[in-house]
T-cell receptor, first 115, second 113 residues
Framework: EAQVTQNPRYLITVTGKKLTVTCSQNMNHEYMSWYRQDPGLGLRQIYYSMNVEVTDKGDVPEGYKVSRKEKRNFPLILESPSPNQTSLYFC??????????????FGPGTRLTVT | QKEVEQDPGPLSVPEGAIVSLNCTYSNSAFQYFMWYRQYSRKGPELLMYTYSSGNKEDGRFTAQVDKSSKYISLFIRDSQPSDSATYLCAMSFMDTGRRALTFGSGTRLQVQP
């Protein structure tokens, strides 16, 4: 089954404790992206990756890091989480060539709480 | 002012009703217009997309784009309880590199049986 998986689905942590949210897709997509979803603000892009070893900032990259060492994986790293990073996070992927333009496949989400 | 405005709802309708969901936007450079559906505890899934102005129909769903008014709509005919979800409008520029989507905040729809 074609899908984007994220782990963990739920995470409660404390300020300053480094964490990683994993994202994996099995559709051989070149493009992957991370979004955060907050009430009243919709989804906002954090980072994106056009392909392996190619990453760039989105609209709200402060406090986050990413890496793309393999095509299928795109982990989101919070080196020193703060309470304002409490949010619902989504990973997404899509083809870079062909397919429906801008059709992005989203993972199930990771709900992060930072106390 | 947000780039994309969307009424948060909730919008509650009886089964079989026609539903109209709307978004307004401020940036005239947007070229792609999408509607995503998000069920509770799930990620968004693409429902429909339209390039530039015009209408697009897919079964019970019709998407409309009026670029002159900076207004997009999604109509759902013969609404079903299974349509109960949050509907997110999204827009994008012609740039195919970053593929950034600008989302509305979503409208929660409840279809009562």
């Amino acid at each position: 089954e074609a899908q984007v998986t994220q782990n963990p689905r739920y995470l409660i942590t404390v300020t300053g404790k480094k964490l990683t949210v994993t994202c994996s897709q099995n559709m051989n997509h070149e493009y992957m992206s991370w979004y955060r979803q907050d009430p009243g603000l919709g989804l906002r892009q954090i980072y994106y990756s056009m392909n392996v070893e190619v990453t760039d900032k989105g609209d709200v990259p402060e406090g986050y890091k990413v890496s793309r060492k393999e095509k299928r994986n795109f982990p989101l790293i919070l080196e020193s989480p703060s309470p304002n990073q409490t949010s619902l996070y989504f990973c997404a992927s899509s083809l870079s060539v062909g397919g429906t333009p801008y059709e992005q496949y989203f993972g199930p989400g990771t709900r992060l709480t930072v106390t | 002012q947000k780039e994309v405005e969307q009424d948060p709802g909730p919008l509650s309708v009886p089964e079989g009703a026609i539903v109209s969901l709307n978004c307004t936007y401020s940036n005239s450079a947007f070229q792609y217009f999408m509607w995503y559906r998000q069920y509770s505890r799930k990620g968004p899934e693409l429902l429909m997309y339209t390039y530039s102005s015009g209408n697009k129909e897919d079964g019970r769903f019709t998407a409309q784009v009026d670029k002159s008014s900076k207004y997009i709509s999604l109509f759902i005919r013969d609404s079903q309880p299974s349509d109960s979800a949050t509907y997110l409008c999204a827009m994008s520029f012609m740039d195919t590199g970053r593929r950034a989507l600008t989302f509305g905040s979503g409208t929660r729809l409840q279809v009562q049986p």
